[in-house]
């Protein structure tokens, strides 16, 4: 190995020279050059390599050449006349080359890391050292079936290298190697479209067109608007103006754009080949019609018509087209309107049209979450910072807000409400300041279809604490009891780890009220009794020590642990909180609660003995605040534990 790094650094005698002659890098630079070079080549020889190894070699080389081409320009900046010149040689040369020769031995080595040949090809593009074919011929001979390689090699042919046929045979291998890519399908189309549109764009430079196949939005928006207000215009010699707009027509007519005419059968067989092969994909059509929607072709009205009819026959029974095809209602074809822009009524009316006939088509809770969704984006769009009962003053043909109540009434009665859709439902009501409707709506839901909904519950529960704020101060016996009950009724009944959010509200609501506090601990014991406590994730015995402990104090939240602690399955959580709590106390000088902490350690090992944060957290103890004597025995009882496989002592202790 020695050997073989020794040739290498040999080979690299005349760069070196070159750069110390030319006043690049002193001698004591190259010296260190030497040094580092000489320990990546070592990295390099070792039996298993790192790319880690092969990336930073190919890092430092990079940062090196950089490095001598600021000190050239420096060098040439002070430089006049004829001493200005600078002949290239070996030394402008041989860093690239190094760079190329380390990132193939690295893809040789890793071929099946894709990010690391695309590094290679893009070092090799931006520096134009002539290895850029080769290396793409590697790559797509190693990943033929990854549809990013051929995207990657066509678009170089086309954009670099200039060579539209070459570029076109790598997208048609490719779709013939990967026919289920859409990304393939679609830049395949566009690559073609922006060829034609290329060779239009000189032709309009040369003055023998006057458009490009681009379409500009806010031309054929004018156009539209002129045409829909004709009325608006009055020519002064109407006859004169006939005649020669029939004369245009004519010679139009007469004159076909060939460019447009081929650009349209480009993209009918490009869709019909997609199609064929995608016939399943629904946003691989939506982007095909985004791209007609961006090309100004001829027919591209008819075509456009074709791709909505096979939209709605193929897809007529799922949600997600008809959300397309109704927000497509909403900001129109070709008008410029972006979509953070106002709704107007007319759109608003035929998306809802739209809605309206999905819904019928494919009645299901996707379809409602779909409608929801974009109600309350068009109630955002119109009131922008104002409160949601002002958009009724909006001008809008249909109020948006009373809309909205209607579709969800109308999800709730036909049986296809989510839980996500009542907890929106009762939080809009809630929005717009209906407290009792939206009281009276969750005590429905949570009796009936959505029983067992965390969710559902814990806005009932909140909705009935704000009544009671709202009515007065200080809660009565009544309503605690009411809350209280509710509560009761279900936490009892669901898994602790789906009812944290509940268990936490509870026990923060009721902590200044002794007699429900104490009936919410023995609530938690039962629980945790059927249940079980939690070895990660939330744990409900943790949360009532501490809660105990800011309520009662250490005595009693001493006797709640322990009782919680001889349950059959108290969990690690638990352990570690009252461990934490004792060594707190602990070290501020309380003897007997390091004697507690230690008890509580045995304890959690007899069942957690494979842990090694308990031992590592054990033994950390016992340095700081324990006893040398005890901290080697529990170090050689780890050890033994988990059979050598961890390290208790640490750099900071």
């Not at 709730?412 to 009501?429: R, T």
């Not at 809660?475 to 009761?488: V, Y």
Request: glycine residues 4%.
């Amino acid at each position: 190995m020695a050997d073989v790094v020794q040739f290498k650094l040999e080979r690299m005698l005349n760069e070196l020279e070159d750069l110390e002659r030319r006043g690049l890098f002193s001698r004591r630079e190259i010296a260190e050059i030497v040094k580092q070079r000489r320990k990546f080549e070592y990295r390099l020889k070792r039996p298993s390599p790192l790319k880690e190894d092969f990336l930073a070699y190919t890092e430092y080389e990079k940062k090196l050449d950089q490095l001598r081409l600021l000190r050239k320009k420096a060098l040439l900046k002070h430089q006049t006349g004829k001493d200005k010149k600078w002949k290239k040689s070996v030394a402008d040369y041989a860093g690239v080359s190094r760079i190329v020769e380390i990132y193939r031995l690295a893809t040789n080595r890793f071929k099946g890391d894709i990010q690391l040949w695309f590094q290679y090809l893009e070092f090799c593009r931006q520096r134009r050292n002539g290895r850029m074919k080769k290396a793409l011929a590697q790559l797509i001979r190693f990943h033929p079936k990854v549809p990013g390689v051929w995207i990657y090699a066509a678009a170089w042919e086309f954009d670099q290298n200039l060579n539209t046929t070459a570029a076109r045979a790598l997208m048609q291998n490719g779709l013939r190697a990967c026919p289920t890519s859409e990304d393939l399908w679609v830049e395949y189309l566009r690559m073609e479209l922006t060829y034609l549109n290329k060779l239009k764009a000189r032709r309009v430079a040369l003055g023998e067109d006057d458009r490009t196949l681009t379409r500009d939005p806010h031309e054929t928006a004018e156009k539209q608007w002129r045409a829909e207000n004709s009325e608006l215009f009055m020519a002064l010699d109407e006859e004169k103006e006939d005649a020669l707009e029939s004369n245009a027509n004519a010679a139009s007519e007469e004159k076909p754009d060939l460019f447009r005419v081929k650009g349209l059968s480009i993209l009918r067989t490009v869709y019909s080949g997609a199609i064929e092969a995608l016939p399943s994909s629904f946003s691989l059509r939506t982007r095909f019609l985004e791209i007609l929607e961006a090309t100004d072709l001829t027919h591209s009205d008819d075509m456009r018509d074709e791709i909505l009819a096979d939209l709605r026959r193929d897809f007529s029974k799922e949600p997600e087209f008809w959300d397309w095809l109704a927000r497509q209602q909403t900001y129109e074809r070709r008008s410029g309107q972006k979509k953070n822009e106002e709704i107007f009524p007319e759109q608003f009316r035929k998306t809802i049209q739209v809605y309206e006939e999905g819904l019928k088509a494919v009645p299901s809770a996707t379809m409602f979450e779909f409608y929801v969704k974009f109600l309350m984006d068009a109630i955002s769009c119109i009131i922008g910072d104002n409160q949601p009962e002002d958009s009724s003053k909006s001008g809008q043909g249909v109020d948006p807000i009373s809309h909205l109540l209607m579709v969800y009434e109308e999800a709730q009665n036909s049986g296809f409400i989510s839980e996500d859709l009542a907890c929106e439902h009762v939080s809009f009501l809630l929005q717009l300041g209906k407290l009792h409707e939206a009281r009276k709506l969750v005590e429905k839901l949570c009796a009936g279809k959505f029983s067992n909904s965390v969710k559902l519950w814990a806005l009932q529960i909140s909705i009935d604490m704000r009544c009671v704020q709202d009515r007065s101060n200080s809660p009565t016996k009544a309503n605690l009891s009411s809350i209280f009950d509710i509560l009761i009724n279900f936490l009892t009944h669901v898994a602790i780890s789906e009812a944290e959010k509940l268990w936490r509200m509870a026990f923060k609501y009721f902590a200044h009220h002794q007699h429900y506090f104490d009936k919410l601990v023995e609530t938690s014991v039962v629980a945790l009794t059927k249940f079980g406590g939690s070895d990660n994730g939330f744990s409900l015995g943790s949360t009532v020590v501490n809660h105990v402990l800011q309520r009662d104090g250490v005595q009693r939240a001493r006797e709640i642990y322990k009782r919680l602690l001889a349950l059959p399955r108290p969990g690690l959580i638990l352990f570690q909180n009252c461990i934490e709590l004792e060594m707190n106390l602990a070290s501020v000088g309380n003897s007997d609660c390091l004697v507690n902490a230690r008890k509580l350690f045995e304890s959690a090992l007899t069942t957690y003995s494979q842990e090694p944060s308990l031992w590592r957290d054990y033994y950390t103890m016992e340095v700081k605040i324990g006893t040398p004597d005890k901290a080697a025995a529990l170090h050689w009882r780890a050890r033994k534990a988990l059979k050598y496989n961890v390290k208790l002592a640490t750099t900071n202790l």
